[in-house]
């Protein structure tokens, strides 16, 4: 009897060991945090130098809970939930949203893709992220292009997949209006082609806001990896219908939480803007790594903007460089410095996506950070 019962424990044991086996629940985080110093900025006396404490340039502070269930046949249940926080303050970012950086739940076959239902990055963004220097960075200076693209977006479905040399990614984020199904919606696809260390990639997009004004927008990227060199580099058009407006955060209001810029308010006041906003940018940029634990990365972007107020015209730029050295695998430190500049119609600009810069036409900003992973 008494083998009996350890052969039955035992059994049990080894049972119960690989039911556990087949689920995994994951706590992780990353916190970037730095001190910075930047030319230009608002104050009571018009503009100045500022030295502050601040969120790194390279990554959004976050921690979160993720997990996956196998299901048999190459199938899984996925989830994650992140949030975002400010270390300096202990505040919460993303507009406040518990879990505002992602929250979905989905299903992924090794086969057949990935399906994901909740809060999550939209296309445009996970696009560009793969064609950028810094794969979208954490300060207007190098990450202000997203703005014309949109970064999370709540109420999403998304469906991935790769067939053979090429990958794609699809979106559709509904609005929630009452009596539309288009209103506060996007749409957007986009598909990257890998070959060796080259990636090509396409995108397209749409988004609609509640008085079914139009943004429409279309980008090319073109990546390819040495053995320790990688050249990135983008092509952004984006199309704002006069009067494009997007809710303010946490109304539940068409396209609220996903910080695209809008095109109804001009320099003289709200709903002043008479024409279609047109914004051609281009992103050139590389990194080299001269030893496992060193890199260099920089970059520049330039937005030619036409009707930025009625018929005027603008532009920004921005360049940077950034040197960052590995303590461990968990743990690097890093040097930035950036410029930007605003011309035309951009220095007074509200719908700015890199913002302005008190009325001066330039800032020029540099820090050095302490990134670890948990």
């Not at 909740?118 to 220097?133: E, H, K, L």
């Not at 986009?190 to 429409?216: C, E, F, P, R």
């Amino acid at each position: 009897m008494k083998k009996m019962t350890i052969g039955v424990a035992a059994a049990l044991g080894l049972a119960c060991g690989t039911a556990w086996a087949q689920s995994s629940v994951t706590l992780y985080g990353l916190i970037d945090e730095g001190i910075r110093f930047s030319t230009n900025q608002p104050s009571p006396n018009g503009p100045a130098n500022k030295l502050y404490m601040s969120e790194g340039i390279g990554t959004g502070n976050r921690w979160g809970i993720k997990g996956s269930e196998d299901l048999g046949g190459g199938t899984y249940a996925i989830f994650d939930l992140q949030s975002g926080f400010n270390p300096a303050t202990g505040t919460s970012d993303q507009q406040g949203q518990l879990f505002g950086r992602y929250a979905y739940v989905g299903i992924s076959n090794t086969k057949y893709g990935t399906l994901k239902l909740g809060r999550q990055y939209g296309t445009g963004f996970d696009f560009i992220a793969t064609f950028d220097p810094v794969q979208v960075g954490n300060q207007n200076p190098v990450d202000w292009e997203i703005f014309l693209l949109g970064v999370r977006f709540d109420n999403t479905v998304q469906y991935s997949n790769t067939w053979g040399p090429v990958s794609f990614e699809l979106q559709r984020s509904v609005g929630g209006e009452p009596g539309s199904v288009s209103q506060g919606s996007t749409t957007a696809l986009n598909a990257i082609y890998t070959a060796g260390g080259l990636k090509v990639g396409v995108l397209g997009q749409q988004s609609k806001d509640s008085a079914n004004h139009n943004m429409y927008a279309g980008s090319l990227g073109v990546r390819y990896a040495f053995a320790k060199a990688i050249l990135y580099s983008y092509y952004i058009y984006t199309r704002r219908d006069a009067g494009f407006e997007i809710a303010a955060n946490n109304t539940g209001g068409a396209l609220a939480n996903t910080n695209i810029i809008g095109n109804s308010a001009t320099v003289a006041g709200p709903a002043t803007q008479t024409k279609a906003r047109i914004d051609n940018l281009v992103n050139l940029g590389g990194s080299y790594m001269p030893a496992s634990d060193i890199t260099f990365t920089v970059g520049g972007l330039y937005d030619h903007v036409t009707n930025v107020a009625g018929s005027q015209t603008g532009h920004i730029a921005s360049f940077y460089g950034i040197a960052d050295y590995l303590l461990s695998r968990r743990t690097d430190v890093y040097l930035e410095v950036d410029h930007s500049l605003l011309g035309g119609a951009e220095v007074t600009d509200p719908n700015s996506p890199i913002g302005t810069f008190a009325g001066e036409n330039n800032s020029t900003s540099a820090m050095v950070a302490l990134r670890t992973r948990f």
